[in-house]
């Protein structure tokens, strides 16, 4: 086929689907408007700029943004309580919903299946705002979790669990767990739909158990999700549930709850420095970018399975 006839059947085809393509181009106006034209912000990292000046009009400051960051007495504190959280969510929090799927659809009841992820999918639809204020109230130290742990005889005295910052980890990962498990629970139950019965029904007849079909054919059958979600959240590791930390840090938590999004945050909109909040954000984006590219190469080396 010549080029001509090729971009004849091309325009044939961009014809019949006008509507869709109208709609798909309404998406990649958003996108550039929203996503693409901002980025030229990121030129203030290497600038030193003030609201007061066009940016056009601030002086080139090079690297000196992100060399002061890399030497502030901060960025260990930070990097540590960044990457403490995120690895345990990581290590914790991912398998979770593909056990919870998986237990979900070794249900045989479907009323109880309903019941079970919908009670499991509530807490997702509860703003950070909301279920951070619920938090801050029962883990006070006149709160129900206080009443709780001292009516079982595990505590002696009341504790405000929110102002020791060894409690503040895990009460972020726990919470954050609890919030989503339902809701990320559901594109698994998506893949697992999609298996084939007849696998089941030969596993069957062979004398496979229900934990054996689990292992041999479930799993298997959803590797390629899994394998994509893991590499996505490998390249997220830098990021912070900033609405849930802000919400639940205080000054008493600060040494366990200042992370990398609360630094920009702070640097950025409470001191006005918005030249070296950009830096920080952008060695960020930088290093979540490297990491996507690492963990993309070695899953593909691993299983074949990769984003690109």
């Known amino acids: 086929m010549s080029k001509k006839e090729k971009f004849k059947k091309l325009k044939k085809t961009i014809i019949s689907q006008k509507y869709l393509q109208v709609m798909a181009l309404l998406g990649v106006v958003w996108m550039f408007i929203f996503n693409y034209i901002p980025m030229y912000g990121l030129v203030i990292a290497f600038k030193e700029?003030?609201?007061?000046?066009?940016?056009?009009?601030?002086?080139?400051?090079?690297?000196?943004?992100?060399?002061?960051?890399?030497?502030?007495?901060?960025?260990?504190?930070?990097?540590?309580?960044?990457l403490g959280i995120s690895l345990i969510k990581l290590f914790i929090g991912f398998p979770l919903p593909i056990i919870f799927a998986l237990m979900l659809n070794e249900l045989t009841s479907l009323k109880l299946k309903k019941a079970v992820q919908t009670i499991s999918y509530l807490p997702h639809f509860i703003s950070w705002v909301v279920l951070g204020g619920i938090l801050t109230t029962w883990l006070a130290d006149i709160g129900v979790i206080n009443d709780i742990l001292l009516g079982l005889g595990l505590i002696s005295e009341r504790t405000n669990f929110l102002a020791e910052p060894d409690n503040f980890w895990a009460i972020i990962i726990l919470s954050d767990i609890w919030k989503e498990l339902g809701w990320?629970?559901?594109?698994?139950?998506?893949?697992?739909?999609?298996?084939?019965?007849?696998?089941?029904?030969?596993?069957?007849?062979?004398?496979?158990?229900?934990?054996?079909?689990?292992?041999?054919?479930?799993?298997?059958?959803?590797?390629?999700?899994?394998?994509?979600?893991?590499?996505?959240?490998?390249?997220?590791?830098?990021?912070?549930?900033?609405?849930?930390i802000l919400i639940l840090r205080n000054s008493l938590?600060?040494?366990?709850?200042?992370?990398?999004?609360?630094y920009v945050y702070q640097m950025g909109i409470q001191n006005a420095r918005y030249s070296y909040a950009t830096a920080v954000g952008l060695l960020k984006a930088i290093i979540a970018f490297i990491l996507l590219l690492s963990a993309n190469k070695i899953v593909k080396k691993l299983n074949g399975t990769s984003l690109f």
């Open 49 to 82: 700029y003030s609201i007061i000046k066009p940016i056009s009009e601030a002086p080139w400051v090079g690297l000196m943004q992100f060399k002061e960051f890399l030497q502030d007495e901060n960025f260990w504190i930070v990097l540590k309580n960044t």
């Open 184 to 244: 990320s629970a559901i594109i698994y139950l998506a893949a697992i739909a999609g298996v084939s019965t007849e696998l089941y029904e030969s596993a069957t007849i062979d004398g496979a158990n229900r934990f054996q079909k689990m292992w041999h054919i479930t799993l298997p059958s959803i590797r390629p999700t899994i394998t994509i979600l893991f590499i996505l959240a490998v390249s997220g590791v830098l990021n912070s549930n900033f609405d849930q």
């Open 253 to 262: 938590n600060e040494s366990a709850s200042n992370v990398i999004d609360i």
